[in-house]
C-alpha cells in the first residue's frame, strides 16, 4: 500500500530473495536479534535512498505456553525476537533520524500489550515492554522532530498463527494440558476469523502520512478494542474474571 502510494519502501526479512519486488518493495535480508544484520541492512538503505523517513516496527512472533513452565530458551527467544529486535533497529536507526531532526517510528505493539492474553504471557510481556520503551523514547527523542508511536492490533488473519511455537511441556502437563487446549483453540479461531490485514495496512498508511499522530492506536474487532479500552479503567480483579470467562482458562 505504501509503495502504491509512492513511497520509496524497504522491507526486511531472515531469509527473503532481496532486490526490488513486483509490488515496489525492495527486499533486503535482516535478523533483528543480529545487531550486525541490522547494521548492514540499515546502511544498504542508506546507500540507496540516502535517508530514512519512517521506520516500521514489525516483526514478531509468539509461543503458548504456560508461564511456569516456560524454558530459558522459549523465554530469551520471544523477549530477543519481539522486544529486543525492535531496540536493535530503532537503534540503528536513530542516529539518522537524529542528524535529519526528523523522522517517525511506528512500533507494533498488540492489544495483547494493553490486556495481558493467558498461556500468551511472555508474547504479552514483550508487548507490554514495547509500550513502555516507545513511551519513554517518545519523550526522548521529540526534541529532535521525531515522532514516536504505536500500534495495537487486536487479531488479524496472517501467518501468524501457523507459526506460533507451542510449549511440549505445557501440552503434556497434568494441571495445564486440558485447560491450554481449550484456550488455544479459542485462540486460534479468533485469529483465523480476524480482520483482513488491509485493515491494518490502512491505519499503517494514515499514520505515515499524517502530520501529527496519536501515541497510540488501536485496531481490530469492534469487542476487542473496546474491551482493550475498558480494561484501563476496570477494576483489575473484574478484568481477571472476564478473561477467564473468555479465553475458558
Given at each position: ?134 513511551q519513554a523514547l517518545a519523550v526522548e527523542v521529540r526534541r529532535f522532530g521525531i515522532d514516536v508511536c504505536v500500534v495495537e492490533p487486536g487479531d488479524f488473519k496472517t501467518g501468524f ?89
Open positions: 500500500m505504501l509503495a502504491a502510494s509512492g513511497h520509496k519502501v524497504f522491507g526486511t526479512g531472515r531469509t527473503v530473495c532481496e532486490g526490488l519486488r513486483e509490488d515496489g518493495v525492495w527486499m533486503l535480508r535482516m535478523d533483528v536479534t543480529d545487531v550486525e544484520s541490522v547494521r548492514r541492512a540499515v546502511d544498504a538503505v542508506m546507500q540507496m535512498a540516502g535517508r530514512i523517513d519512517v521506520l516500521i516496527n514489525n516483526a514478531g512472533a509468539g509461543i503458548g505456553g504456560a508461564l511456569e513452565l516456560a524454558s530459558m530458551d522459549e523465554k530469551r527467544w520471544q523477549m530477543e525476537t519481539n522486544f529486543m529486535g525492535m531496540t536493535n533497529v530503532c537503534s540503528a536507526v536513530l542516529p539518522y533520524m537524529r542528524q535529519s531532526r526528523s523522522g517517525r517510528i511506528i512500533n507494533i505493539s498488540s492489544i495483547a500489550g494493553v490486556v495481558a492474553v493467558p498461556y500468551q504471557g511472555f508474547y504479552s510481556a514483550s508487548k507490554f515492554a514495547i509500550e513502555g520503551y516507545s498463527t501457523s507459526s506460533r511455537r507451542v510449549s511440549e511441556a505445557t501440552m503434556s502437563h497434568p494441571d495445564y494440558a486440558d485447560s491450554f487446549k481449550r484456550t488455544l483453540t479459542g485462540v486460534e479461531k479468533d485469529e483465523t476469523h480476524g480482520s483482513s490485514p488491509e485493515k491494518l495496512g490502512r491505519v499503517i498508511c494514515r499514520l505515515v502520512s499524517r502530520r501529527r499522530t496519536r501515541f497510540r492506536t488501536l485496531t481490530g474487532s469492534l469487542l476487542q478494542t473496546l474491551f482493550a479500552r475498558a480494561s484501563r479503567i476496570l477494576p483489575g480483579r473484574l478484568t481477571q474474571k472476564l478473561l477467564t470467562w473468555f479465553y475458558s482458562v
